[in-house]
């Protein structure tokens, strides 16, 4: 499991747990647990696995003054056992800083090739600067930063209150509307836009997002994308929190569609 994925407390209890663990075992043991986590470091990829190469790493910092600490312990536990105990403190810290300039000798030259390809891609990036290309004169006149209205998701058991006044209610997989209209196959989880023009509601598994646009009674189903909110009135979609958001026309295929 990867560490940075708990709360602070949880991980300051697991690295406690491990330390208590190798100090109560026997040295030969712990320290055999030890070389195993150098093993699985050095045959792991830091670009593909950094959370998990920041775990292990974590556990050979805090483990292994756990080992030395049992290792004195078996010694005797007098004044030459901590000495050694410290002495292998010393070297041993020494070693595991060596092995993290071995696994980190690749970080700056990873760095830079992935500026030189974010410089040579087109326009068509992350969501972090996407405001900024907008807004930016070499791309043709100055535009207005979009901002998008973030849906206000609701249940069916909370009841969701349609803009336009008319009843609803969601039954059998489906939500009914006014004229059994109906909308199949989707979550209770729905929202409407702020002028009640579109309808919303989440895939079931989270395959994607059902849009309806009301006015001209036409169905998108969308899988794969999420609903990142409205603007002037319109759905904007996004694949992942990382991605830029685009307008549905755009996923769709047609820019100028309406």
Known sequence: MNLQQLPAWKV???LAAWLAA????P???GMSLLLALVVLLSGMRLSRRQGATISLRNGLRWGLPAVLFALQ???G??????GIALLGVLAGYTLLAGLE????????RASAAMELSESQRQPTSAASDWPAKVMSSAIGPPA???TLQAPLWQTATEGIADPWGRPLRYQDASYWFAGDRRIADVDACACFSPDGRWFAARM???AGVLLWDRRQDREHHLRGWHLAGWYCEQPWLQLNADAAPRPLQHVLGDDHAR
Do not use: K, M
Request: cysteine-free.
């Open 144 to 146: 207005e930063i979009i």
């Open 77 to 82: 536990g007098d004044a030459l056992a901590w």
């Open 101 to 108: 300039q071995w696994l980190d000798r690749d970080v700056p």
């Open 27 to 29: 040295w030969w043991l």
């Open 12 to 14: 300051l209890l697991s």
């Open 204 to 206: 079931p598994r989270a």
């Open 73 to 75: 312990r078996a010694l």
């Open 22 to 25: 190798l100090a109560l075992l």
